[in-house]
């Protein structure tokens, strides 16, 4: 299977850490997302990448929050001195090239953060 | 501006019997809608999506779901509930002049009853 893959699936850790995520697209989709999903909600979107380049960032995404995708491939999600309102599952997604709004974002299984 | 509304977090329906989950949106431009589905601890799933063809869609499981522009609606349907159907669904609307950005829905949890 050569799905979204996202690391860790969990992670727990103390307020003030930091901590990363990686996630590993689909080979050949150029287009990375990354959502945020809390307790009851859907997933909001937290910034978007095409190749290495990020195009959009969230209001969501505070200076606390960093998102890398070196080389286009696969892309890091950090946080930095975590907060327990940081505690969600994110998501990453990937699509393939072209067909702008229309084309389908396959998601990871996400990885879940608690903050204690 | 987009937003999506989704009526009832909390479906329960009975295995055999008709399930409808309902989605309204908005949007400035005309746009993509889709539904995906959620099991615990999972990642979502593309159910089916409108794309301006059809208003009628079908996916996968057999689901499918109808726009209507008039309503502003992309309401899901299943004519027979499975235990399996049991999870989270979520609408979602994307513009037609963006990159695939997402705008989803508070989701509706469906509990299916023997």
């Known amino acids: 299977d050569t799905g979204v893959s996202q690391n860790p699936r969990h992670k727990i850790t103390k307020r003030g850490q930091n901590v990363t995520f990686r996630c590993d697209p689909i080979s050949e989709h150029n287009r990375l997302y990354w959502y945020r999903q809390t307790l009851g909600q859907g997933p909001e979107f937290l910034t978007y990448f095409q190749n290495e380049a990020q195009l959009e960032k969230s209001r969501l995404l505070s200076d606390r929050f960093s998102a890398e995708r070196p080389k286009g491939s696969f892309s890091t999600l950090e946080i930095q001195r975590t907060e327990q309102g940081d505690s969600a599952m994110y998501l990453c997604?990937?699509?393939?090239?072209?067909?702008?709004?229309?084309?389908?974002?396959?998601f990871g299984q996400g990885t879940r953060l608690t903050v204690v | 501006a987009q937003s999506v509304t989704q009526l009832g977090s909390h479906v329960s329906v009975s295995e055999g019997a008709l399930v409808l989950l309902r989605c309204n949106y908005s949007?400035?431009?005309?746009?993509?809608l889709f539904w995906y589905v959620q099991y615990p601890n999972q990642g979502l799933q593309l159910l089916l999506k409108?794309?301006?063809?059809?208003?009628l869609v079908k996916g996968i499981n057999g689901f499918e779901a109808e726009f209507k522009k008039s309503e502003t609606s992309f309401h899901l349907t299943k004519p027979s509930a499975h235990m399996s159907d049991a999870a989270e669904y979520f609408c979602?609307?994307?513009?037609?002049?963006?990159?695939?950005?997402?705008?989803f829905g508070a989701g509706t949890q469906v509990v299916v009853t023997p």
């Open positions: 949007s400035s431009v005309p746009p993509y």
């Open positions: 979602a609307v994307s513009r037609t002049d963006s990159w695939g950005k997402l705008q």
């Open positions: 409108y794309t301006s063809a059809a208003t």
């Open positions: 997604a990937s699509s393939p090239p072209g067909g702008g709004g229309i084309t389908e974002a396959f």
